[in-house]
């Protein structure tokens, strides 16, 4: 939708307007983005007293699926385990091979430069 109007600026439309939706105009762009809230809280008294109970459900319920479905109770753990680590052992690796092939352009850079 297109305001009427001297910039032809779009307009925002109501539905989409929210209070943590906000709009910043960066030259000829119209930039909307969303900023989200902590969400990291403290248990009332209320969920700590619930907490015992939960766990208790969440152990028997992992021991029944795992004699169930070991396998591929086995298989979700260690796939899950993969993707949480594959991304920050990359990121090292990468790391290591880059500082690596700065350390090799260094000393060709120094040493044309000594000998040149």
Known sequence: MMASGDGDVPSTPKSLSSPTVKYVKWGIFDIAFQTLQPTLRLPTKGEMKEMPGLVFASTRF?????RVASTPLLEYIVCHLWMSLSLPLSLVLAHQTLSQV????SLIVAHYHVGG
């Not at 700065?102 to 352009?105: A, D, F, M, P, S």
Request: proline share 0%; with cysteine.
């Open 62 to 66: 992992l021991r029944d699926v795992g």
């Open 102 to 105: 700065c350390l090799i352009v």
